[in-house]
């Protein structure tokens, strides 16, 4: 009580006279503070999807929603943060100023919430994984279905990118962990996987399925289908270490479009193992001679800075693809 008997109580800058009144302040004010991360995930958003309208459709507003929403967040800190034109959104300069310090805000909430979930038993969170096809196919459904056995209330975000990419994710809060060329960046946490075999590939009616191994230096004289991947990098490394040119003459985004022409006889492709698996079509693998392979990694920015459901699902990562493929693996720390 003050001198005059009266209760109050003191919330920030606040001075009430009555707790109850204090109480339902302190509501209004934690509303307020979830508010904000809500307009900062809204402004992210915006700004990954170039759209106003894709941004509302990923996080579930209407798009008149959306825009009062990042309306009332110039409005409060006076500040133009999004460039809103036919082509769709961009930051400003003052935005692209902003945007780190937003996105650090951010991760800081999403941890804050994860501890408390680590405390109450993991039953909530959101794992954020940066991702190229090839993981996506083969090694994610199973490690994701491991993981849910036992936290189940875990939700991913999975974002598809180049090495480059995710590599840059990570840096920057993007994501919490990534599947890399390892080593990946030095500024990166990083462990081992696995060595995948990049082969060379033909439709199983061309006479160099028949090879036991194929010279990388006979690829000059046949048409190449060159796949552009999460992790290329190491095919062009290849090709570049053995002074190899090839006769490009289809490039390729989609492993699948590139093995349904090379099975139709349009000509070779490298590619690596892994990508292979699960395919039923009439191709033959031949290993490359000299052999060639690329190393792939996980990587985060720290484990200090990771939420306790990440850590768990990076320790699980390793092992289970030190379990799927003991035979080639060295040990996850």
Not at 68 to 82: F, H, M, P, T
Not at 171 to 179: A, C, E, K, Q, T
Request: hydrophobic content about 40%.
């Amino acid at each position: 009580m003050n001198q005059s008997g009266t209760k109050y109580g003191i919330i920030g800058k606040y001075r009430i006279h009555d707790e109850y009144y204090a109480s339902i302040l302190m509501q209004v004010i934690q509303k307020e503070a979830h508010m904000n991360i809500t307009q900062y995930e809204a402004l992210v958003r915006a700004v990954e999807s170039g759209t106003m309208t894709e941004a509302a459709r990923e996080l579930g507003y209407s798009q008149s929603g959306l825009t009062r929403a990042l309306n009332s967040l110039e409005q409060e800190w006076g500040v133009k943060l999004l460039l809103r034109g036919r082509s769709g959104v961009r930051l400003t300069a003052e935005g692209q100023i902003l945007m780190p310090l937003i996105r650090t805000v951010m991760n800081d909430q999403l941890r804050l919430n994860e501890r408390i979930d680590e405390i109450t038993g993991l039953r909530e969170g959101l794992i954020r994984v940066g991702t190229f096809n090839s993981v996506s196919a083969q090694w994610l459904p199973g490690i994701i279905k491991q993981f849910r056995k036992e936290y189940p209330g875990i939700r991913f975000e999975l974002l598809h990118g180049t090495d480059e990419q995710i590599n840059a994710w990570i840096l920057d809060g993007r994501v919490d962990v990534g599947f890399i060329a390892y080593p990946g960046a030095p500024e990166l946490d990083s462990d081992f996987l696995y060595r995948d075999p990049i082969v060379s590939i033909f439709a199983d009616s061309d006479p160099h399925a028949k090879l036991s191994t194929f010279p990388i230096a006979e690829l000059p004289r046949l048409p190449y289908i060159a796949l552009y991947e999460g992790v290329e990098d190491e095919i062009t490394a290849i090709l570049a270490q053995n002074r190899i040119q090839p006769d490009t003459k289809f490039m390729e985004s989609d492993d699948h479009a590139v093995i349904a022409m090379v099975e139709q006889g349009l000509g070779t492709s490298l590619m690596s193992m892994m990508m292979l698996q699960g395919f039923d079509r009439r191709i033959t693998a031949v290993p490359l001679d000299p052999p060639g392979h690329r190393d792939l990694g996980v990587a985060c920015r720290g484990r200090q800075y990771l939420s306790a459901a990440a850590r768990k699902f990076y320790d699980c990562i390793c092992n289970w693809v030190k379990n799927e493929y003991a035979v080639h693996m060295t040990t996850c720390i």
